[in-house]
């Protein structure tokens, strides 16, 4: 087995951040060698404290897909600087449909940490972006379908998380799912599989599609997330409790239902 999960909002609570309620599942996980695979908007910088808290030595699919951070000691990917091509393409946007978009780079980190609930300490982490530009759009519909016409003629992507709408290059959290499963395959010298992804916003459904079990965590800070595609032909779980308490619940299920007899051999 292998699990794929979201931060903000599955993983980790909503506002606080915390995850000490997931610690049961996750303390199961690691018992049992399941890899655990963050997939998330937040930055290769955020990402590495969470490293250290969680004492994961998995890579993690970073900024809703741009790219994958691998942990110290392992192979690097290039690094590409997405970011300032977003910015620069922003700019050209017309007047009155640039200024409906607030980004991370329109705001100083007193703004960011007010929004998002971070320190100033996270909220620069969260401003070390390589691949995204997250903000807040203030248009109304039809504006927002503009704003994302226009970027498409640019080449790029806008998707609504949970908080912000990200500026991308299109990338998904799914792409790079199939890469990381065989390189920890390799890794591990075994068979991974069920694919688990958890998830709880729109940026995650292609990620939850691509799984063999998905699971879509309660957020009360938005609307659900709406059926998946194929949804009546898969294993697909909603919680009902949000965040770190839904997130914790699934996962001992699915171990409970995945893993089972086989736990003492270690072969999920």
């Given at each position: 087995m292998i699990?794929?999960?979201?931060?903000?909002?599955?993983?980790?609570?909503?506002?606080?951040?915390?995850?000490?309620?997931?610690?049961?599942?996750?303390?199961?996980?690691?018992?049992?060698?399941?890899?655990?695979?963050?997939?998330?908007s937040k930055t290769a910088a955020e990402i590495m404290e969470l490293r250290k808290e969680l004492a994961l030595d998995t890579p993690a699919i970073v900024e809703n897909g741009g790219g994958i951070d691998w942990p110290s000691g392992s192979k690097m990917v290039p690094r590409a600087d997405d970011h300032a091509a977003i910015r620069a393409c922003l700019d050209t946007l017309?007047?009155?449909?640039?200024?409906?978009?607030?980004?991370?780079?329109?705001?100083?980190?007193?703004?960011?940490?007010?929004?998002?609930?971070?320190?100033?300490?996270?909220a620069r982490r969260a401003t070390d972006r390589q691949y995204s530009e997250p903000g807040l759009f203030r248009g109304n519909e039809d504006e927002?379908?503009?704003?994302?016409?226009?970027?498409?003629?640019?080449?790029?992507?806008?998707?609504?998380?949970?908080?912000?709408?990200?500026?991308?290059?299109?990338?998904?959290?799914?792409?790079?799912?199939?890469?990381?499963?065989?390189?920890?395959?390799?890794?591990?010298?075994?068979?991974?599989?069920?694919?688990?992804?958890l998830g709880d916003a729109e940026n995650d459904r292609a990620m939850l599609e691509a799984a063999d079990i998905a699971v879509i965590v309660a957020n009360?800070?938005?609307?659900?997330?709406?059926?998946?595609?194929?949804?009546?032909?898969?294993?697909?779980m909603r919680t009902r409790l949000p965040g770190p308490q839904g997130w914790n619940q699934a996962v001992l299920e699915i171990l409970r239902n995945h893993v089972g007899a086989k736990a003492q051999g270690m072969q999920p």
């Open positions: 699990v794929f999960t979201d931060l903000d909002g599955t993983l980790l609570d909503h506002d606080t951040y915390g995850f000490e309620a997931a610690r049961p599942a996750l303390a199961q996980l690691a018992a049992h060698g399941v890899p655990l695979v963050p997939a998330s017309p007047p009155d449909l640039r200024v409906l978009f607030h980004g991370f780079g329109d705001m100083d980190l007193t703004e960011i940490a007010a929004l998002t609930g971070l320190d100033l300490e996270g927002r379908a503009i704003f994302i016409d226009h970027l498409a003629g640019a080449g790029f992507h806008a998707l609504q998380g949970g908080r912000f709408l990200t500026v991308s290059r299109g990338t998904s959290k799914a792409q790079h799912m199939g890469q990381l499963r065989n390189a920890l395959q390799e890794r591990l010298d075994r068979h991974l599989s069920p694919v688990v992804a009360p800070a938005h609307a659900p997330l709406g059926p998946l595609d194929g949804e009546d032909e898969k294993t697909v």
